[in-house]
């Protein structure tokens, strides 16, 4: 079966961080560039980050540069996304997705060129 699972989701105070994972089964991961996408109550699905096929080239935000890094291993079929310095306005369920757009990437690519969605991991941030 063809599916991402993302983890490591949770609580976490202001300034604090949380390293999120996802994982493919069913497909090579390799084949694919990933996005992590998030999106809060009453807004819409935005793209956070994403990484090409071969971990190369990285694309950030502007709201979260500095503060989260995307690497992938595909030797293991996962894609991470480190959250550092997260802040309130962090609080959002993340997703991970896979296209098979190929790079460079200069932007993300558009939300509906991806073919797999995970299921989300919550991130909350709060005091």
């Known amino acids: 079966q063809t599916q991402l699972v993302e983890s490591g989701g949770g609580l976490v105070q202001p300034g604090g961080s949380l390293r999120l994972s996802c994982a493919a089964s069913?497909?090579?991961?390799?084949?694919?560039?990933i996005g992590w996408f998030r999106q809060a109550p009453g807004k819409e699905r935005e793209a956070v980050s994403c990484i090409d096929r071969s971990g190369g080239q990285t694309v950030y935000v502007d709201s979260v540069k500095g503060r989260f890094t995307i690497s992938r291993d595909n030797t293991l079929n996962m894609v991470y996304l480190q959250v550092n310095s997260l802040k309130p306005e962090d609080t959002a369920v993340y997703y991970c997705?896979?296209?098979?757009?190929?790079?460079?990437?200069?932007?993300?690519?558009?939300?509906?060129?991806?073919?797999?969605w995970g299921q989300g991991t919550q991130v909350t941030v709060s005091s």
């Open positions: 069913g497909f090579s991961l390799d084949q694919y560039g």
């Open positions: 997705a896979a296209t098979p757009r190929y790079g460079p990437y200069y932007f993300c690519p558009d939300i509906g060129e991806y073919d797999f």
